[in-house]
């Protein structure tokens, strides 16, 4: 029997804002040292611009929406 196609692994949109979220809640709640702020902080903000970036590539009609259909949400792999 041939191997069955595996599925790879991938990340969504909402994986992504899931994770601001995380951040978000988690500095909220003093995680994180001042020391670790810099480094946390610059991650979130590229996070928050790669959401924006891709919602705004979305169809006119889908960015209206609040959540990406199943199909446009995965992160591109190029």
């Not at 069955?4 to 601001?20: R, S």
């Amino acid at each position: 029997m041939e191997n069955q196609e595996q599925q790879q692994p991938g990340i969504t949109l909402n994986d992504i804002g899931g994770a601001v979220q995380a951040i978000d809640v988690a500095v909220s709640r003093g995680a994180f040292r001042a020391s670790e702020a810099a480094g946390v902080g610059m991650l979130y903000n590229k996070l928050v611009e790669f959401l924006k970036a891709n919602q705004q590539e979305a169809p006119a009609n889908v960015a209206q929406s609040e959540a990406p259909p199943a199909d446009k949400d995965t992160a591109p792999a190029e």
